[in-house]
C-alpha cells in the first residue's frame, strides 16, 4: 500500500488517474491538456540525468555531468546513491537556499538543505508537485539490491502530465501499475534492463511516448537505442543530450 504524506500544503493527497489529451506529432509530441507542455520541455542532460521544466520553475533528476550554465533547481530528485545519480558536485553547481532536493533515505542522509527522504511505495507532495516513489531494483543481478530502497519516480507536474524516471531497475513487477503520460526508461543493459526488457516495461506501461535513457555514457549505444525501437512499436523519441 502506498502511504501520504505530504511536505509543503499540511495535506496528504492521493495521485489519481487522470485524463489527458494528447497531440502527436511526427518529431516532438505534445502532452498535457490543450498541449500545455511537449516534449521539448524535457531535456535530456545524458546517461540517466534530466532537466524538465514547470513553467518557471526547473526540476532535475539525477544530474550528472551538467553543461555549463544551467539554469538553478527549484527541485532535485535522486533514485540512488551510485555516483553517476547521486553527484554532490552537480547538485551544488544548480541548488539554490530554496532548492527541495528528494531521494531515498541513503541518499537523503548525505545531503543538507531542503531535503526531502523517500521509501519505496510512498506518495508525497513537493512544492507543487505530486510525486510517487516506485521500487526500483534488480531481478537477476545485485548492482541495485531491493533492500536498498532505491526508487523512480512519477511525478505529475500542475497541467496534470506524469513523467515517470524509473532509476536504475530491471522490468520489476511494481511497473505494471505505473500510470504515466511519459516514461523515461533506462536500456543499457548490463546495470539496468537492457533494450528488450525495456521494450516489455513500455509495453506494460503504454506511455503516450517513451524515452530510452542510460545509455551512451557509460553502458549502452546507439545500437541498444535501435534495438528498443525495433521491438517497441509505442511512440519513442530519442533525444540528443544536452551537454
Known amino acids: 500500500m502506498m502511504r501520504q504524506r505530504s511536505l509543503s500544503s499540511g495535506k496528504a493527497f492521493s495521485v489519481a488517474p487522470i485524463v489527458v489529451a494528447c497531440l502527436l506529432a511526427v518529431n516532438l509530441p505534445s502532452l498535457g491538456r490543450g498541449g500545455e507542455m511537449d516534449i521539448k520541455k524535457i531535456h535530456w542532460l545524458g546517461h540517466a540525468s534530466f532537466r524538465i521544466e514547470v513553467g518557471?520553475?526547473?526540476?532535475?533528476?539525477?544530474p550528472f555531468k551538467l553543461?555549463?550554465?544551467?539554469?538553478?533547481?527549484?527541485?532535485?530528485?535522486?533514485?540512488?546513491?551510485?555516483?553517476?545519480h547521486l553527484s554532490k558536485e552537480d547538485i551544488e553547481?544548480?541548488?539554490?537556499?530554496?532548492?527541495?532536493?528528494?531521494?531515498?533515505?541513503?541518499?537523503?542522509g548525505q545531503l543538507t538543505g531542503m531535503v526531502k527522504a523517500v521509501s519505496p511505495g510512498e506518495t508525497l507532495a513537493v512544492g507543487e508537485?505530486?510525486?510517487?516513489?516506485?521500487?526500483?531494483y534488480n531481478i537477476n543481478k545485485r548492482f541495485h539490491p531491493k533492500e536498498n530502497g532505491w526508487v523512480g519516480y512519477v511525478i505529475r507536474l500542475p497541467d496534470g502530465m506524469r513523467i515517470y524516471h524509473a532509476g536504475d531497475t530491471?522490468?520489476?513487477?511494481?511497473?505494471?501499475?505505473?500510470?504515466?503520460?511519459?516514461?523515461?526508461?533506462?536500456?543499457?543493459g548490463t546495470y539496468t534492463m537492457d533494450a528488450k526488457a525495456a521494450a516489455e516495461a513500455a509495453d506494460a506501461i503504454?506511455?503516450?511516448?517513451?524515452?530510452?535513457?542510460?545509455?551512451g555514457d557509460i553502458v549502452g549505444s546507439q545500437k541498444d537505442v535501435e534495438e528498443f525501437r525495433k521491438?517497441?512499436?509505442?511512440?519513442?523519441?530519442?533525444?540528443?543530450p544536452e551537454r
Request: charged share 20%.
Open 56 to 62: 518557471s520553475k526547473q526540476l532535475y533528476i539525477d
Open 67 to 84: 553543461p555549463a550554465n544551467v539554469p538553478k533547481a527549484d527541485y532535485i530528485f535522486i533514485t540512488h546513491s551510485h555516483f553517476d
Open 93 to 108: 553547481k544548480i541548488r539554490s537556499p530554496q532548492t527541495i532536493l528528494v531521494g531515498p533515505r541513503d541518499v537523503a
Open 129 to 136: 508537485l505530486q510525486v510517487i516513489a516506485v521500487p526500483a
Open 170 to 188: 530491471d522490468f520489476v513487477p511494481e511497473m505494471r501499475k505505473v500510470q504515466a503520460d511519459v516514461a523515461l526508461l533506462p536500456i543499457g
Open 206 to 215: 503504454k506511455a503516450s511516448v517513451t524515452i530510452p535513457m542510460h545509455w
Open 231 to 240: 521491438l517497441y512499436k509505442g511512440q519513442v523519441v530519442v533525444l540528443t
